[in-house]
């Protein structure tokens, strides 16, 4: 599975994004799909996660409420919608694709290429 996210860019704090992951190559529908973001001088983290039917979602306690993970399988597309952005939200949104739902990073098998978001306070 080859990803390709897109969507990040400056914002102000409040503000909102919506993030894209559009999926090529296997069948997206069988697929979990992830959100991770990586902070500079951070670890990547956890964001929100979708099951493959999109009946199951998780997300990190410091965006549930704000973020909204989505899929529309008929367009192999995963989105997060991301509202009322905060200054730490600041990162690389990274995208990925596993065959388990959950928020640990060794449950996914591929990974897009990352989206700069970045919230000015």
């Known amino acids: 599975v080859q990803l390709q996210a897109s969507g990040g860019g400056l914002v102000q704090a409040g503000g909102s994004l919506r993030l894209s992951c559009v999926a090529l190559?296997?069948?997206?529908?069988?697929?979990?799909m992830g959100w991770f973001r990586q902070a500079p001088g951070k670890e990547r983290e956890f964001v929100a996660a979708i099951s493959s039917s999109g009946g199951v979602t998780y997300y990190a306690s410091s965006v549930k409420g704000r973020f909204t993970i989505s899929r529309d399988n008929a367009k192999n597309t995963v989105y997060l919608q991301m509202n009322s952005l905060k200054s730490e939200d600041t990162a690389v949104y990274y995208c990925?694709?596993?065959?388990?739902?959950?928020?640990?990073?060794?449950?996914?098998?591929?990974w897009g290429q990352g989206t700069q978001v970045t919230v000015s306070s």
């Open positions: 190559g296997r069948t997206f529908s069988n697929y979990a």
């Open positions: 990925a694709a596993g065959l388990v739902t959950g928020a640990q990073q060794e449950m996914y098998d591929y």
